[in-house]
């Protein structure tokens, strides 16, 4: 059973944007995405038959989230497969049919545990669908035909409702009838940016700020049909609170299953974001904090603490004991699947501990008080990934 088609391919542009990976992938003629098909079907073929075509159905979603979600757990089995792992899909747990961890694990050495893949997603529900609508609405804009110019967008806030979309591209072409070529190109050429013409489309709660920058007289041209109206998009500023997201992806994991008499291992794809050790510490064991004693005295220094709001440590000490460790990754894609390696760090008070989980991956244990490195091999090095698939679907 094949994930793509077999069709010939003859598209070689960028992704649209905010284009559902899966169709991009199977769309595109570019060598690059080529191997990245070649990597997923081959993954596939190991992955258990009676379990192949639920997977599948999932990775041809349009929707990123569950397509990312999907493709995540075919790594995973993939990267135990090849550490010589014997691995049951969707194994039965306890007294319940409903609730099935991903995958029960044999290690080489005997070890057995359960493992449970999320994602650390900062955007709620509500949040999504609002990116969604606005998502279309910039598709839209995309698809004009604009012979003179580059659109610049820039947005703030999320639409509460669907964007309409002809009153928007209505909105932008009398905006475009409305301009003259060659005193925009005057305006551009003396670099006063500020002065280029720009006008507002707002609707519930959101506002699109359109501007145009002239295209070069060479590349004057709409009748490429691959071409993109929109040159730039910026989405204002947005905080992104990377430890908050993956702290709660390892409690809602931690209790899905209630009692488990072994050992349960959660692995967290943080997608779109990049990790440093003190997100994910902070995630684990409580937010970086200083504590001061003595305000008055300035000889007395302030101490460093954690807030007792973490994953695995809370007010009243230790919990989500029963998670043994977890494995953390950022922004796993199929064609970043050799950059962004997975860590794994283990549970200070486990009650049942694994240790390593993965054998050869880098992973923290935990040793008086400290969370010491044990260096390890690479995911990719274990996979044996080509860096050539390495790229970039937006360029």
């Known amino acids: 059973m094949h994930l793509f088609s077999e069709n010939l391919r003859s598209f070689t542009g960028p992704a649209a944007y905010a284009e559902p990976h899966f169709t991009y992938l199977d769309r595109s003629a570019r060598a690059p995405f080529a191997r990245v098909r070649e990597l997923i079907e081959s993954w596939l073929n190991d992955y258990p038959a009676f379990h192949r075509k639920s997977l599948v159905r999932r990775l041809r979603n349009t929707d990123n989230e569950h397509f990312d979600a999907a493709f995540f757990e075919l790594y995973l089995h993939q990267l135990l497969h090849r550490l010589g792992c014997r691995i049951r899909v969707s194994p039965r747990v306890g007294r319940t049919t409903l609730k099935r961890p991903d995958f029960e694990i044999t290690c080489p050495d005997g070890k057995r545990w359960l493992l449970e893949a999320t994602s650390s997603g900062d955007l709620s529900a509500d949040e999504r669908k609002a990116e969604a609508r606005l998502v279309t609405a910039l598709n839209t804009l995309n698809r004009l035909r604009v012979k003179d110019y580059f659109l610049d967008v820039s947005t703030r806030g999320r639409p509460r409702s669907p964007i309409p979309g002809k009153q928007l591209r209505h909105t932008v072409r009398e905006f475009l009838r409305s301009l003259n070529y060659d005193q925009i190109r005057e305006i551009y050429a003396q670099q006063s940016y500020d002065e280029l013409p720009k006008t507002t489309f707002e609707h519930d709660g959101c506002k699109l700020r359109i501007r145009v920058v002239p295209k070069s ?4 041209d709409d009748s490429d049909p691959d071409s993109r109206a929109i040159g730039m998009i910026s989405a204002g500023v947005r905080w992104i609170d990377s430890r908050s997201g ?14 488990l008499r072994r050992p349960l291992v ?16 902070e995630a684990l064991l409580g937010k970086e904090q200083l504590a001061f004693s003595n305000f008055a005295d300035p000889k007395v220094k302030p101490t460093f603490t954690r807030a007792a709001d973490g994953a695995w440590l809370g007010p009243k000490g230790p919990t989500n004991t029963r998670v043994s ?4 990754v950022s922004s796993l894609l199929p064609w970043t ?6 860590t794994i760090y283990h549970h200070p008070w486990a009650r049942y501990p694994v240790m390593p989980a993965f054998p050869q991956l880098p992973y923290y244990r935990p040793n008086q008080g400290h969370m010491d490195l044990i260096a390890g091999s690479t995911a990719a090095r274990i996979l044996g990934i080509d860096p050539a698939i390495l790229v970039d679907p937006d360029a």
């Open 325 to 328: 460790a977890v494995l953390i």
């Open 217 to 220: 007289p060479a590349f004057r």
């Open 266 to 281: 959660v692995a967290v794809n943080a997608p779109d974001q990049s990790l440093g050790l003190t997100d994910v510490m």
């Open 246 to 259: 993956i702290r709660d992806a390892i409690r809602r994991k931690a209790t899905r299953y209630g009692r």
């Open 337 to 342: 699947a050799h950059v962004h390696e997975p």
